[in-house]
């Protein structure tokens, strides 16, 4: 007797429970295990970043292990040599910080006098409320600071960790795609190619793009700032190009320290509103000109996916899911163009497209006519 199994068709809402089960279940797991998967992550990117240097030495007849060992090491004398320059820096910014301290009370004085004189305000009101607004902004700080420390502290204990991942992705990259093709063994294998390739170019693309957009963006606010005038112009002026790193709000954010650091140090406050109005041009022409024109379209995610990406990952990984939101949505998107069913995925978190224009009488729509078959057989074609 022969007995066939019939698959059983779930009605709609278990299939919707199932599939909103399954991302609680894929987020909690994301959030358990990011002390594993963030340095996974950080080493994929890194070692994309070092491939072409891997590669070009391996074409000079350099062994694979011995080229991925050099890269490496020129790589940590690259990022040590930063944080040696951002510690010498802020070593020369904490001389000034007595002086930052005086001049702050000095405001804090002067403000309480006019409020007392021309508004009317008790000064023992002031200090009450002063207190009050103080220690719910250290509370806030100090939870922020806290965490940025924390994440600050944990990517550099797994420095080393990310270094030997990276190694490892170098060293086994061929492994690892023969492990691909036995995975999609349904696939044809230049489909496969063609998919990694993509996610090799997006995320070379956006790492490069991302490095040369930094350091135009510190260099045009240390000129800035130079003009201004400002103190550790570098340091202030680069501290906020990295914050680029958090779109749309990053150069805004960093411009709060150096205005703060000018409206006490200085006499002249409008110099501080200079100092922002200096990043806020140069974020203008970062959004609009630079970041555009440098990385391009390759990662093509529509401001609305992006907001929402950056506070879910946010939620999951802290601050250093906001520095990989972006690359890991560019290489779903990649994975979701891909696949059939997860087209539409695709194409809501890409780029919105313009709409048409409405026809507005018959003759336009017979000239229309022509070139829309003609497009759509040209698509079928390549399909």
Request: with cysteine.
């Given at each position: 007797m022969n007995i066939r199994s019939r698959e059983t068709e779930l009605p709609y809402v278990a299939k919707l429970a199932c599939v909103l089960i399954s991302m609680v279940v894929v987020?909690?797991?994301?959030?358990?295990?990011?002390?594993?998967?963030?340095?996974?992550?950080?080493?994929?990117l890194f070692a994309v970043l070092l491939f072409p240097l891997v590669k070009r030495l391996e074409g000079w007849g350099i062994p694979r292990i011995l080229s991925i060992i050099v890269c490496l090491l020129l790589a940590l004398g690259v990022v040590s040599a930063l944080f040696w320059g951002i510690s010498n820096q802020i070593s020369n910014f904490a001389e000034v910080l007595p002086?930052?301290?005086k001049r702050a009370n000095e405001y804090i004085n002067s403000i309480r006098t006019f409020a007392d004189e021309r508004l009317?305000?008790?000064?023992?009101?002031?200090?009450?409320e002063v207190k009050k607004y103080l220690s719910d902004a250290m509370s806030e700080g100090g939870a922020i600071l806290t965490t940025t420390l924390l994440a600050t502290t944990s990517i550099l204990a797994n420095l080393f960790l990310v270094l030997l991942f990276a190694f490892f992705f170098l060293l086994y990259r061929d492994f690892f795609r023969s492990f691909f093709y036995k995975l999609?063994?349904?696939?044809?294998?230049?489909?496969?190619d063609g998919v990694m390739g993509k996610i090799y170019e997006v995320v070379k693309d956006y790492l490069a793009g991302l490095v040369l957009v930094i350091l135009i963006i510190g260099t045009l606010m240390t000129v800035g700032l130079l003009i201004l005038g400002v103190d550790y112009a570098v340091?202030?002026?680069?501290?906020?190009?990295?914050?680029?790193?958090?779109?749309?709000?990053?150069?805004?954010?960093?411009?709060?320290?150096?205005?703060?650091?000018?409206?006490?140090?200085?006499?002249?406050p409008l110099k501080a509103v200079a100092v922002i109005g200096v990043f806020l041009f140069v974020?203008?022409?970062e959004g609009n000109f630079i970041t555009p024109y440098i990385v391009g379209s390759k990662v093509s995610i529509n401001p609305l996916a992006a907001i929402v990406v950056l506070i879910l990952w946010e939620n999951i990984w802290?601050?250093?899911?906001?520095?990989?939101?972006?690359?890991?949505?560019?290489?779903?998107?990649?994975?979701?163009?891909?696949?059939d069913t997860l087209k539409p995925y695709g194409?809501?978190?890409?780029e919105a497209e313009k709409p048409r224009p409405p026809i507005k009488n018959l003759k336009e729509l017979a000239e229309q006519l022509p070139k829309r078959a003609k497009k759509i057989g040209t698509t079928q074609e390549e399909n």
């Open positions: 987020v909690y797991g994301l959030h358990i295990l990011e002390g594993l998967l963030i340095p996974l992550v950080f080493a994929i002086q930052f301290t009317n305000i008790d000064r023992q009101r002031q200090i009450t999609f063994h349904d696939v044809r294998r230049s489909e496969i340091f202030f002026g680069f501290f906020g190009a990295c914050l680029v790193l958090i779109p749309y709000f990053g150069i805004s954010i960093g411009s709060l320290l150096p205005a703060a650091y000018t409206l006490v140090t200085q006499d002249n974020q203008m022409i802290g601050l250093p899911g906001l520095v990989l939101a972006l690359p890991m949505t560019a290489i779903l998107k990649v994975i979701f163009d891909s696949v194409f809501v978190i890409g």
